[in-house]
């Protein structure tokens, strides 16, 4: 037991002692879906890496698999800058490029997805280490749907979209 005490409280210093170059972000729905809603868009699991002062590197991973019916894999790698500071708030802009991968099984049609998505991101810092933020954006959307159901009649097609994305999403962020 004391092992384990000395052990948290060397990573603790060890965190303390470092410059936060790193933040691991998680839809607040998929930790406290009660209090927070979000699409099936949404991307659960993001990653920042700082490489300049107002610069950061990101991606962002998003996995759905219901049995029997649909399987989702999507990626979202991307660039912000800081252009605003105060002592509690943080805003940057910034741009990502989605490219999601959707089999339905129910349907037999997959689905290709690549996005552009310029953004704007508030952050709120609650402390050295956690942080609230959300990222709403405008997208431009290409969508390629393969109809793989052996029909006489072949339902592949593209689509084309934009719009306003992940109003209302909550990320919560861990920073180190």
């Not at 170059?21 to 209090?35: G, M």
């Not at 993001?46 to 759905?64: A, D, H, M, P, V």
């Not at 105060?86 to 037999?108: H, M, P, R």
């Given at each position: ?46 990653y ?31 660039i ?53 933020s ?18 006489p ?24």
């Amino acid at each position: 037991m004391n092992k384990i005490c000395i052990y948290i409280l060397l990573f603790s210093v060890f965190i303390n002692a470092q410059n936060h170059k790193n933040q691991i972000s998680l839809n607040a729905d998929d930790i406290i879906p009660a209090f927070f809603s979000s699409n099936a868009s949404a991307y659960n699991l993001g990653y920042r890496r700082q490489i300049k002062e107002n610069k950061n590197l990101r991606i962002g991973l998003k996995y759905f698999q219901e049995s029997e019916n649909e399987f989702t894999l999507g990626i979202k790698p991307g660039i912000d800058f800081a252009f605003n500071n105060s002592k509690k708030w943080i805003f940057y802009y910034g741009v990502d490029l989605a490219l999601n991968y959707t089999d339905n099984l129910q349907s037999e049609r997959i689905y290709y997805e690549a996005a552009l998505i310029p953004f704007f991101r508030a952050e709120y810092v609650i402390s050295d280490h956690f942080s609230i933020s959300t990222e709403p954006g405008l997208f431009l959307k290409l969508l390629t749907i393969q109809d793989n159901d052996n029909s006489p009649i072949n339902n592949s097609n593209s689509i084309v979209s934009s719009g306003i994305g992940d109003l209302g999403i909550i990320n919560i962020n861990f920073s180190f």
